[in-house]
């Protein structure tokens, strides 16, 4: 996975190579990894912003922006 994948149209495939939407979800709430979602609005966005931010060479202030500018 790189960098690109999480910007472009690929990050759909890539929800779909990992099981889809509602393994990711399920799974989060079984190790209890999205509890309180606050401002994140699903487990696969939780595991975007977190690829994107260990994949990035930004920090989590450019990962935040970036997030925003998304959407």
Not at 3 to 10: A, R
């Amino acid at each position: 996975m790189t960098h690109e994948s999480l910007v472009d149209d690929g990050w759909a495939e890539t929800i779909e190579l990992l099981g889809g939407e509602e393994l990711i979800a399920a799974s989060a709430r079984e190790t209890k990894a999205f509890l309180r979602p606050r401002g994140v609005r699903s487990a696969s966005d939780l595991l975007r912003l977190t690829l994107a931010y260990c994949l990035g060479k930004v920090g989590m202030r450019g990962v935040v922006a970036w997030a925003a500018a998304a959407g």
